[in-house]
């Protein structure tokens, strides 16, 4: 049987991002992303091109990120970049966001001539910061591995965050980054109970598969831990979740812990408490008072912080990620960036 291609061929060069967004706006999302394929999970995959592969950011504690992907088939409810796809005149929800999958086909070529440049000074980079750069598309694309390889050549610094275990196949490369510059692997795992990953993380691996994987990169030679964020009040967070969960995390060799409480902004704020209305209306009194702003009181984060402190010391987690060849950046993201789910370090 002929392998049918991923994409139909029209004949015509993919979009830039910026083209993409303007048809968006002016005719919406079903008429506009009318080249992409459905796959068998569902979302449909559009190619664009990219102008730039490094995004310079301002207010965190680096300056340079890398996303292969828009859009993430994982399909968190309380996920903090769905609030970057009203960029793109595409709504928060499952219907945009875990639907709807921008690949950047031309992003490792052009990645390859901004780390040429004599300008560069071989900043840390921070890979998958605005989506997940190991969700199952990435399987075809590869966009993320020779990205990486991208970045070895260079001798670049890098640090990851990621919920898919697929990450251990890149395995080689993320160990030679770490010897040639500096490389830090951060597996998101906000937690082992298997009610709050199946209703809060729909599209994602079960949790003590991300921790084989961690297991796996530790005995490779990566230098990898886990970001138990972001623990979700009334799902995650009881004193047997988390004691469970910070358990796991050590029995699975982690080599530091970072956590984190959820919070909610924009549009994300708008997602999340629409499914809870939904799915658990009792709940919805409660979450008004407690996320009256952004970030749950202080009472209360102060309480569950207390907590998981209490429980790194009982099962001898680093806290932090203190070894000298982890980027410095990750050591102070959650307080220079007010708590981000993508925190490195607790």
């Not at 992303?33 to 796959?39: L, V, Y």
Request: net charge positive; with cysteine; glycine share 8%.
């Amino acid at each position: 049987m002929v392998e049918q291609p991923l994409f139909f061929d029209l004949g015509k060069k993919p979009p830039t991002t910026k083209t993409l967004a303007l048809r968006i706006k002016n005719d919406g999302a079903d008429a506009t992303i009318d080249e992409a394929q459905r796959r068998a999970d569902a979302a449909r995959y559009q190619e664009i091109t990219c102008r730039s592969a490094l995004n310079a950011v301002k207010g965190m504690p680096f300056n340079w990120t890398l996303n292969p992907y828009r859009g993430c088939t994982h399909g968190c409810h309380y996920c903090f970049a769905r609030r970057y796809q009203t960029q793109f005149e595409l709504g928060p929800g499952d219907d945009h966001f875990a639907s709807y999958i921008l690949v950047k086909t031309n992003l490792v070529d052009v990645l390859k001539k901004e780390l040429d440049k004599p300008s560069w000074t071989r900043e840390q980079v921070a890979v998958g910061t605005a989506t997940d750069p190991y969700q199952p598309i990435e399987g075809h694309y590869k966009l993320t591995r020779r990205a990486l390889q991208a970045l070895a050549a260079a001798r670049n610094p890098v640090g990851l965050v990621t919920k898919g275990p697929m990450v251990v196949r890149d395995a080689d490369v993320l160990a030679e980054i770490g010897r040639v510059a500096g490389c830090a692997v951060y597996m998101s795992v906000p937690t082992v109970d298997e009610h709050a990953w199946r209703t809060l993380e729909p599209g994602t691996a079960h949790p003590l598969q991300r921790l084989r994987a961690v297991r796996q990169l530790r005995d490779a030679g990566v230098h990898a831990g886990v970001l138990m964020a972001p623990v979700v009040p009334g799902f995650s967070t009881s004193p047997e979740q988390l004691e469970a969960t910070v358990k796991a995390i050590a029995d699975h060799g982690a080599a530091f812990m970072g956590a984190n409480i959820m919070f909610l902004k924009e549009g994300t704020k708008d997602h999340f408490l629409g499914f809870i209305a939904r799915e658990f209306p009792h709940m919805l009194e409660g979450y008004n008072a407690l996320y009256a702003g952004a970030y749950a009181n202080t009472e209360y984060l102060t309480g569950i912080r207390g907590m998981i402190a209490t429980l790194q010391k009982r099962y001898s987690v680093n806290p932090r990620d203190s070894q000298s060849r982890r980027p410095q950046a990750a050591a102070h993201q959650e307080e220079k960036a007010a708590c981000e789910q993508t925190a490195f370090g607790f």
